[in-house]
């Protein structure tokens, strides 16, 4: 019997509960991703943008954005997890474990957390806890997700059912926080904006003015530079037989655009430092403008710690409406409450801002 000449990635049944999965190809991450990922965000974010500045907040040097460290993570484990989806639906228990920098190499693994397969009995939802890691073999990125995953052999038996109990949200006493942060000295003067987290509200809700179209070769070259290589992102050919009948954008994409949108009133939300629950809402295609808006669900005061505190935020992606024309994320249709067709992500996630001296 020959081995197969290429790997085709994994089907619904190809994977087993508990097992871990080591993925390929290491990637060293450089100042020209980061050059890159700003000119396809356009993120503003001072931590990732300006050398002084995080000297001054005690770093070593410039961080790599958080959602480019996390995109290039998510995106080694592709080719084995989700080349082969109909769709990535959600993400859970993402946290920001460790800095990561030009230079820095990140490796990933998987274990997989949970099975169900659908009434259809054509494809199957797979659970999935990664960790990325980087070259000193410290944990820098960890997160769950499930993802629906097409069957190749529609004879094989489904499995036992196995879906995992996850948190809905990271604890503020589980939040991480960079060892060499200190806000103590921060100067608002560097991102415009005097609010700082005392500023805030539980409650208040933040209607982003900016917009921005996202064409075809944004978010293929954005991909690409994240090496996600799922079909449904590229093969348009593929795509045309679908009920979509043409290339999605891939969701972390509409994630980071959304997030450099929310800066205009969120200029001091220095990093993420988890991704609480997450929702794709409806899918993205090249062509789409991007609104958003935020609402802000919890404010900590984080343990020790006088210069920074966490807010809690629901961030809430819209394409081709702006954020204050729709009061809400959800309508009924049909008798049923479900997301306005032009909601397309619904995020909630953890930031670190600065507090008052």
Known sequence: MSKPQFNEGRYFEDFKLGETIVHATPRTLTEGDAALYIALTGSRHIAHCARPVVHSLGFADKT???LLAFHIAFGKSVPDISVNAVANLGYAEVKFEHPVYAGDTLTTQTEVIGLKQ?????NGIVFVRSTSFNQNHKAVISW?????????????PAPVTVVPELANVVAVEDLPVPAELDAHSFDTAVTGSNRLWEDFEVGERLNHPAGMTVDDSDHTLATKLYQNNAKLHFDGLAMQSTAFGKRLMYGGHVISVCRALSYDGLENALFIAAINAGTHANPSFGGDTFYCWSEVLEKWALPGRDDLGALRLRLVGLKNQTADSLESTHIDIDGKRQYHPNVVLDLDYTVLMPRQA
Do not use: P, Q, T
Request: no cysteine; glycine share 4%.
């Open 64 to 66: 790599i954005d958080d």
């Open 118 to 122: 659908n009434s259809s009995g054509k």
């Open 144 to 156: 769950v997700r499930w993802v629906m995953v097409h069957k190749k052999n529609l004879d094989v």
